[in-house]
T-cell receptor, first 114, second 113 residues
Framework: NAGVTQTPKFQVLKTGQSMTLQCAQDMNHEYMSWYRQDPGMGLRLIHYSVGAGITDQGEVPNGYNVSRSTTEDFPLRLLSAAPSQTSVYFC?????????????FGPGTRLTVL | GNSVTQMEGPVTLSEEAFLTINCTYTATGYPSLFWYVQYPGEGLQLLLKATKADDKGSNKGFEATYRKETTSFHLEKGSVQVSDSAVYFCALSDSGGYQKVTFGTGTKLQVIP
């Protein structure tokens, strides 16, 4: 199993550009999430999905879109990149949504917006 | 709302030293508590967890006990190795609906030979 994979690993954008961060998992997990990691702030939830076709907003959803057409894939779209979106982005998945579930994280995408 | 407070880092220790990383939390209900570790250039991975009061989670020589009376989940290891150098995140998951995980800010540990 590859686990959770993310592409690209690094990306530099100019303000106003759009792009899609890819995330895929091969563990047949129903639950998937996107987080951003900023210095001194830990991880913050952007969007999450509890199954194909179902998504919801997390703590910091503004400027991001998601969709979940298959169980495996959960792409994150930046509509019009801003310098405030410079961050490291992590995708995570879990088998269930219970409070004791372990989350499995991808290796992250480091995004810089100029 | 929920919150997790971790001790400020970085923490620098010599190999074989004793490690404590403090973590306290604020939550309603009965959350589960986790420690995740992030090695350089990698994503987070679960180190250990505890799901109810007085539970002790343990893995790879690390331990943490769920203390409801002090709302704490401190991470300890008796003898650290250079390979333990990483960032450690304390986290909680509340009991309402989909697992909403709240992470602490992370504590960087550097172990020197």
């Amino acid at each position: 199993n590859a686990g959770v994979t993310q592409t690209p690993k690094f990306q530099v954008l100019k303000t106003g550009q759009s792009m899609t961060l890819q995330c895929a998992q091969d563990m047949n997990h129903e639950y998937m999430s996107w987080y951003r990691q900023d210095p001194g702030m830990g991880l913050r939830l952007i969007h999450y999905s509890v199954g194909a076709g179902i998504t919801d907003q997390g703590e910091v959803p503004n400027g991001y879109n998601v969709s979940r057409s298959t169980t495996e894939d959960f792409p994150l779209r930046l509509l019009s990149a801003a310098p405030s979106q410079t961050s490291v982005y992590f995708c995570a998945s879990s088998y269930g949504g219970g409070r004791a579930e372990e989350q499995f994280f991808g290796p992250g995408t480091r995004l810089t917006v100029l | 709302g929920n919150s997790v407070t971790q001790m400020e880092g970085p923490v620098t220790l010599s190999e074989e030293a004793f490690l404590t990383i403090n973590c306290t939390y604020t939550a309603t209900g009965y959350p589960s508590l986790f420690w995740y570790v992030q090695y350089p250039g990698e994503g987070l991975q679960l180190l250990l967890k505890a799901t109810k009061a007085d539970d002790k989670g343990s893995n790879k020589g690390f331990e943490a006990t769920y203390r409801k009376e002090t709302t704490s989940f401190h991470l300890e290891k008796g003898s650290v190795q250079v390979s333990d150098s990483a960032v450690y995140f304390c986290a909680l998951s509340d009991s309402g609906g989909y697992q909403k995980v709240t992470f602490g800010t992370g504590t960087k540990l550097q172990v020197i030979p």
